[in-house]
């Protein structure tokens, strides 16, 4: 396609990206009012389905679980592009005082999904409008269960979403970032999220008679104490490790020995010959210490979502191609962080980068954090997500 008529094709979309503006506002406030959490978004699935039907896109639902996907396809052949939102929420009680409050006792969107859901929502809405441009497909994934670890991402790819998909991109709302700016990285952005937990099992018995059993509580206490330093003294410096407890539950009287205690932590990790290493800390450290107290143990340990790693390639070409959109001092570069997201499974299986859009404005009320009862958006950040999915469809697909 020559650069005039492309141009002039992108302009048409832009004007319809703002002139649907107000209903994509709409659609992620019924989502903030009626959030659901992992592996129960029945009513969100069906939302999205209902919106995806009426855009015209051939529509599959119930992938692993809540999942489903809408494709459209172009007049002609070429490269198919995927993109990426997941829509479910949080077990926290939505504390902000807004007319989109959430109606779900105990359940809040903390962490923007409602927000992704709703600008890949439009974006399919309007690329839909100028398919007879469009060389190639489009997969727009809409992904359930992103916060419970293994993560919806997983379960969806092993249906084999990603059959015939040639990159695949992401985006996520920032509050940490102001609404405008887009934030970039190549390499390892997001860590690698693995849960354990422990269970002490002593014997109880009386509290001014300790020789007669095998403390959990002590027990528990040197295990957690032998567990921080696998970090300062097993791994490598040169490679990032974070073990923390989170959960240590033992006890139910002043004068009772507790026979049984149960711990519950984290590891998050890059590399995955660390990671491995921890875990084989983990059980080396809890074997050693109960034996030692001859105590019994029980250890259940959960790989998590995968280190999430940012394709170069693609990256480059997004900063640059987002340079355009929102101009070059608009561009941030991430760095990495120790929280962790199911996005890194597509990048496992295909090229492609995930970025953070700016949320926050001048009005402190967009300034908490993620998973915080007030987090809310500067809903301007649904029209850039739209803006950016769009430029990189349009760079590869007009």
């Known amino acids: 396609m020559k650069d005039e008529k492309r141009n002039q094709i992108l302009q048409s979309i832009d004007i319809e990206l703002a002139r649907c503006f107000d209903e994509v506002v709409r659609w992620r406030r019924h989502l903030h009012q009626n959030p659901e959490l992992s592996n129960q978004e029945v009513q969100t699935a069906k939302f999205i389905e209902e919106k995806l039907l009426d855009f015209g896109l051939e529509v599959k639902s119930n992938i692993g679980g809540k999942g489903l996907i809408g494709i459209l396809t172009g007049y002609q052949p070429g490269k198919t592009i995927a993109l990426r939102a997941d829509f479910d929420a949080l ?72 059959d015939g998909v040639d990159y695949v ?27 354990f937990d422990i269970l002490i099992e002593g014997i109880g018995g009386h509290g001014a008679k300790p020789h007669h059993t095998i403390d959990s509580i002590v027990v528990g206490s040197e295990v957690v104490n032998s567990l921080q330093k696998i970090v300062s003294r097993k791994v490598n410096p040169l490679h990032p490790a974070v073990v923390t407890i989170g959960v240590f539950q033992a006890g ?66 997004v900063r640059s191609l987002f340079s355009e959109v929102f101009t070059k001092e608009a561009i941030l570069e991430l760095e990495p962080s120790m929280g962790a997201e199911d996005f ?55």
Request: glycine fraction near 8%.
């Open 344 to 398: 890194s499974y597509y990048l496992q299986e295909k090229p492609g980068t995930f970025f953070s859009i700016g949320s926050q404005n001048e009005n402190k009320d967009t300034h908490y954090p993620h998973h915080h009862p007030k987090f809310d958006i500067d809903e301007q950040a649904l029209l850039n997500i739209e803006k950016a999915f769009v430029k990189i469809v349009s760079h590869y697909l007009f």
């Open 91 to 162: 077990p926290i009680n939505d504390e902000k005082e807004v007319s989109y409050k959430s109606l779900n006792a105990g359940v809040m969107h903390a962490c923007g999904h409602d927000g992704h859901t709703a600008a890949l929502l439009g974006t399919a809405q309007v690329l839909s409008q100028f398919k007879k441009y469009i060389k190639g497909n489009v997969v727009f994934i809409f992904q359930h269960a992103e916060e419970l670890p293994p993560g919806g991402a997983k379960f969806m790819i092993e249906e084999n979403i990603l």
């Open 252 to 317: 139910s009287a002043f004068n009772v020995i507790a026979d049984t205690a149960r711990l519950e932590g984290t590891v998050r990790t890059f590399d995955e010959n660390t990671r491995q290493l921890v875990k084989d800390e983990i059980h080396s450290i809890v074997k050693g210490i109960t034996e030692s107290f001859h105590a019994n143990y029980k250890i259940d340990y959960l790989y998590g979502y995968p280190a999430l790693y940012n394709h170069p390639k693609e990256t480059e070409l």
């Open 169 to 195: 991109f992401g985006a996520h709302l920032a509050s940490s970032i102001p609404v405008g700016k887009v934030g970039v990285g190549a390499g390892y952005q997001q860590a690698a999220v693995d849960k």
